[in-house]
């Protein structure tokens, strides 16, 4: 039988286990535009759980431990493999409830119930995914109770079940067989399987490594450097980010190149890792110099700028909730860049939840959100498909109603808002809403974060990218190239609006110049309206309406 502590103990385990595994699993990712890797999301997640854990006694019950880990890891969702993470463990929570101890049946129930909760949560479940994994090993669990009721036997079933299953989903998803890799989110929860079995079968937490720590040369020897620079403020952006050498490119052209772009620069590397920190205009432009080296394990931009200025403004870095009130509607955006969150509030939004692709909030986040908004009925606009779920898991746990508007890309949720009726109610303003920003197609420019193929075409890392509606359509050589590619493909006769967001590490006259040139070669009857959005990841982003 499982005890509340063991069970407590097996989760933190499992946190560990994908927390230190998390690079390993990102890396499978085959899509090459950079995005919120799911090792990264799921690790997020589980240590929600674990920091609620680690406060726990060793007298709980299993029912106590399970619940408190299903309300820490719900609202710390992040992504949709968190998200479904988080609703195997609520699994857990229901299979378990009023349980002092687990045998080997409550184990594979509660497992059940948690795939049965994250099969229902996606809209249209894919088979080859963590959803296949999970199920397969709910089943296998059952059917070993049924022989043996050890929970260290069934746990141990389940485990292999798992992994058994992981090895299938190449053969059920065929972009993953042409990648020649598995599902990263199965990945993920065969790692957590496999670190609460340490401790079911031997007792053992698993420990917490610092992922690649030997290689992260002496980091507090770098943020003591870095920290002179926080005052200094001669460039907009601080830059951070590591890099995987992956040849023998001399580290000092880097710091050489990164000087001539901004100041503040730091760099410190050893035989695995270059680690870099530079102040400049042109983020970006640091990042690509730093792929020339190896692969990006992890990256940082802030604006230091909008940091001093909010600094000095006293800017409350939690939301404070507020009363409903009765028959008011509020709106609540997620979108990352300067512009953009200016542009939400200037339509309506009271509320602006940064993230977006690479920085997708939890649903603590969103949930916290909704809550400092003074409205009975708050429509939350994700604008990224990544997001939708994480905001989906707030519905319920908020105090007022929420509609989620499963927009997701940020000209959905632009032209949805512009679509708001006050004189209509919630449910009718739901459905308008969503037609107008179904009607949208989207456009982005952004870069590769890793090589690749894609339907049968060699992705080089650092290269351009163009997506349409979220499809990788073709690669360049250039942004300029890109975007006007990119509008080629999406802007015909029956185009009436254009949009033309830029990102932050396009120069305002950069932006100008690609604008006149989509009005002028492109778009000939159409007026092109120009944003600086400020987004980080996407150069452009072209609204086409």
């Known amino acids: 039988m499982i005890k509340g502590s063991v069970l407590r103990d097996a989760i933190i385990s499992g946190a560990n286990v994908i927390e230190n595994k998390k690079r390993s699993v990102d890396e499978l990712n085959i899509f090459p535009v950079p995005d919120g890797d799911t090792g990264t999301n799921m690790s997020m997640t589980m240590t929600a759980g674990r920091k609620e854990l680690m406060q726990m006694g060793d007298d709980e019950t299993v029912a106590t431990v399970s619940a408190k880990a299903a309300s820490a890891l719900l609202r710390g969702a992040r992504g949709n493999s968190g998200v479904i993470t988080s609703l195997l463990f609520r699994g857990f929570s229901k299979g378990l409830k009023d349980k002092e101890e687990a045998d080997g049946a409550a184990l594979a129930t509660a497992l059940t119930q948690g795939v049965e909760a994250a099969y229902k949560a996606v809209m249209k479940p894919t088979e080859g995914t963590i959803l296949t994994v999970a199920r397969v090993a709910a089943e296998r669990g059952r059917v070993a109770a049924s022989f043996n009721n050890d929970a260290n036997y069934v746990w141990d079933e389940i485990c292999a079940a798992a992994e058994d299953a992981l090895e299938t989903t190449p053969d059920l998803l065929p972009v993953l067989k ?29 420990a917490a490594e610092t992922e690649n720590a030997a290689a992260q040369g002496d980091v507090d020897s770098f943020n003591k450097t870095v920290a002179q620079f ?6 907009t952006y601080c830059t951070e980010f590591i890099v995987e050498k992956e040849n023998t490119n001399d580290p000092a052209k880097l710091r050489a190149y990164l000087e001539s772009i901004g100041d503040c620069v730091v760099v410190v590397d050893d035989e695995e890792i270059i680690k870099v920190h530079v102040h400049t205009n042109q983020p970006g ?15 940082k931009i802030e ?11 006293g800017a409350p870095k939690k939301l404070e909730r507020v009363d409903p009130v009765e028959g008011e509607v509020g709106f609540v955006a997620v979108a990352a860049g300067d512009g953009l969150v200016s542009l939400f509030h200037d339509l309506g939004c009271e509320n602006v939840v940064s993230g977006g692709q690479t920085m997708n909030p939890s649903t603590e986040d969103i949930l916290e959100a909704v809550q400092a908004t003074a409205a009975s009925t708050v429509f939350v606009l994700p604008n990224n498909k990544n997001i939708i779920m994480a905001a989906e898991q707030a519905v319920p746990l908020a105090d007022r109603r929420v509609i989620v508007l499963p927009t997701k ?30 009607r949208v197609s989207t456009g982005q420019v952004t870069y590769a974060a890793r090589n690749s193929e894609f339907n049968d075409k060699k992705i080089k890392e650092g290269e351009m990218l163009g997506l349409i509606n979220g499809k990788l359509t073709f690669t360049e050589k250039s ?13 015909d006769r029956g185009t009436s609006f254009i949009t033309l967001i830029y990102g ?11 604008r006149r040139l989509i009005e002028t070669k492109i778009a000939k009857n159409v007026e092109v309206t120009l944003v600086n959005g400020g987004q980080p990841v996407y150069y452009y982003i072209l609204s086409v309406e």
């Open 178 to 206: 042409r990648a020649g890799v598995v599902d990263a989110g199965g990945q993920g929860l065969c790692l957590i399987f496999r670190g609460m079995q340490s401790v079911f079968r031997d007792g053992i937490i698993a």
């Open 230 to 235: 926080d005052e200094v403020i001669n460039f």
């Open 285 to 299: 432009d640091a990042i690509t110099k730093g792929l020339t080296y190896g692969s990006l394990i992890s990256n």
């Open 303 to 313: 604006n230091m700028r909008k940091q001093h200025e909010n600094a000095g403004a």
């Open 409 to 438: 890309t940020i000209p959905q949720g632009l032209t949805a808002m512009l679509t708001f009726d006050a004189d209509a109610g919630a449910d009718e303003n739901a459905t308008e809403m969503f037609k107008a920003a179904e």
């Open 479 to 491: 942004r300029n190239k890109a975007i006007l590619k990119l509008a080629k493909h999406m802007i």
């Open 504 to 514: 932050a590490e396009v120069t305002d006259d950069e932006a100008e110049e690609t």
